[in-house]
């Protein structure tokens, strides 16, 4: 997989047109985002679409960039399966963009995709653990199950409570 360094793609940036496609969540992009960077959200990007809308550009590298590199590695992945070669994640994401001085658009704040995931994880943790205590201990399963979630996601980098909660209507 190809990457390219936040400060080498502003410097391509300040002398040529590139495309730039954030697959974060629009509320994650509302929050902040690339000067540059249009919204494609992971969960819903058909790459096909965003090659076809490049406007004669689809020989040119697609750059993909998300809060810290995983999703637009993702999306790389879903881009190359396609037959589309061309597609350069951005290391660091825009976390690492933001941390460069490099120019954003910041807008309103919205809690992280990654954060919404902890809290589930952590409430239902916590609900399993206690109905478990004071209910029936099978309840105790419910822990378990988002432990070896958890674990899957660690291993795998594929998180499906993270996928779930990016259709909520309040990350649209």
């Known amino acids: 997989m190809q990457t390219i360094h936040p400060q080498a793609l502003a410097e391509k940036q300040r002398s040529e047109t590139i495309d730039l496609v954030d697959v974060r969540t629009p509320a994650e992009f509302g929050e902040v985002h690339a000067v540059g960077a249009v919204n494609q959200p992971l969960d819903s990007i058909d790459p096909a679409s965003v090659q076809a809308g490049r406007n004669g550009r689809a020989e040119e ?77 099978r309840w105790i399963g419910v822990s378990a199950f988002v432990g070896c979630g958890l674990v899957f996601a660690g291993v795998t980098d594929t998180c499906g409570m993270g996928m779930m909660l990016a259709k909520m209507p309040w990350n649209k």
């Open 61 to 137: 590298p697609l750059y993909l960039i998300c809060k810290s590199g995983s999703r637009s590695a993702m999306a790389v992945k879903k881009f190359v399966s396609q037959g589309i070669e061309n597609v350069v994640s951005v290391e660091g994401g825009t976390s690492a963009w933001d941390s460069a001085g490099l120019p954003v658009v910041r807008g309103k704040k919205a809690i992280s995709l990654e954060r919404q995931v902890r809290i589930a994880a952590g409430s239902l943790v916590v609900i399993g653990a206690a109905l478990g205590f004071f209910v029936d201990p």
